[in-house]
């Protein structure tokens, strides 16, 4: 039996033949201050069977690991988990329950870094397009806060975007009082809805037999230069891949091609002052028909102070524009659409 059909000789994946799948991915992560004497390795000192035994946890598993010098990414069945020193960012799709982790992260770092402590956390999703398939606590954001404000006593909730408008994006942050940044950081990620057919269908092994060759010919390998790269094609289709550079900077990737629920994610901790160019060459490759761009970042970072230097994308509309100012981080919101829909 076919699980596609070809448009212009490219296959397009729809969820009557293949299922559907929520793309939108729940992302978390979670910064520990260790006490001095701590060993070199940090959180990294774990086994891998430690974390393999806490992803089924959340209903995923480990598929490859790849390692640098400072930091271990796995990439999972559902999107990816990145292990440094003193910080864990996992980030996962579908039907997972990723903040049912929480307690068992914070109970594995305490078990390789006695004394540790949890001083930032960050937890972020785009509204999901079938919340009524997400298991608890991710039916609603009021329960996945109320979880959350049961964890931590520092905590703040936000919402962006119109959620009639598919682009409402919620986020949580904690800062604990009384520690400062342990290291300058800052986040870019795009998230983008409705991709172009043609694009959304080569994420098929129909097309690319190896990942290697769809990374080279998507311009993935061109935006990562010098990064040691894992990436799998998905079987009838989606893909993901992580990616490794030197000093803790990373590269994540996630495609979900369905055409009624088609999605994207780039997120990497690349340090720019302006994000402009690099976002414009992710939504080049994609052709989204809308997407959600966040940075966050600290305000000793380069790209840490408020801008207005990614409203503008060529072909597109900015529709919202929000900078949300915290003690120590700000976060810059933006949503957009294709020109041609901002005129109906």
């Given at each position: 039996m076919a699980f596609f059909i070809l448009v212009d000789g490219v296959p397009t994946f729809s969820v009557a033949e293949v299922g559907f799948y929520e793309g939108a991915e729940k992302l978390l992560e979670l910064w520990f201050h260790l006490p001095?004497?701590?060993?070199?390795?940090?959180?990294?000192?774990?086994?891998?069977?430690?974390?393999?035994k806490l992803l089924k946890?959340?209903?995923?598993?480990?598929?490859?690991?790849?390692?640098?010098?400072?930091?271990?990414?796995y990439l999972l069945s559902?999107?990816?988990?990145?292990?440094?020193?003193?910080?864990?960012?996992?980030?996962?799709?579908?039907?997972?329950?990723l903040l049912v982790a929480i307690k068992p992260v914070m109970a594995l770092v305490l078990e390789a870094v006695p004394g540790a402590v949890a001083v930032n956390a960050f937890y972020s999703h785009l509204h999901f397009k079938a919340p009524h398939l997400q298991a608890q606590p991710h039916t609603s954001f009021e329960e996945e806060v109320s979880l959350l404000d049961g964890m931590f006593s520092a905590?703040?909730?936000?919402?962006?975007?119109?959620?009639?408008?598919?682009?409402?994006?919620?986020?949580y942050g904690m800062q604990k009082p009384g520690y400062p940044l342990c290291r300058r950081d800052q986040t870019l990620e795009i998230i983008m809805t409705d991709l172009d057919t043609e694009v959304s269908g080569h994420f098929s092994p129909k097309v690319f037999t190896s990942a290697q060759h769809l990374v080279q010919a998507m311009g993935f390998q061109d935006i990562m230069k010098g990064a040691s790269i894992d990436a799998k094609i998905f079987t009838p289709c989606g893909f993901s891949l992580n990616?490794?550079?030197?000093?803790?900077?990373?590269?994540?990737?996630?495609v979900t091609p369905q055409v009624e629920?088609?999605?994207a994610s780039f997120e990497t901790n690349l340090p720019k002052e302006s994000y402009s160019t690099l976002i414009s060459d992710v939504i080049a490759i994609f052709k989204p028909g809308k997407c959600t761009v966040t940075v966050y970042a600290s305000k000793n970072a380069e790209g840490g102070q408020p801008s207005s230097s990614e409203d503008y994308l060529p072909g597109y509309c900015?529709?919202?524009?929000?900078?949300?100012s915290l003690p120590t981080y700000s976060l810059n919101f933006y949503s957009y659409k294709q020109e041609i829909d901002c005129l109906e």
């Open positions: 001095d004497g701590s060993s070199p390795m940090g959180i990294r000192a774990l086994p891998q069977a430690s974390w393999k946890l959340v209903k995923c598993e480990v598929l490859s690991v790849i390692t640098s010098d400072t930091t271990d990414a559902e999107s990816s988990l990145f292990v440094f020193y003193n910080r864990v960012i996992l980030k996962t799709c579908g039907t997972t329950t905590g703040s909730a936000y919402s962006f975007g119109q959620q009639d408008g598919g682009n409402k994006w919620y986020m990616a490794l550079f030197e000093d803790e900077v990373y590269f994540t990737i996630h629920c088609s999605f900015c529709c919202e524009h929000h900078l949300c």
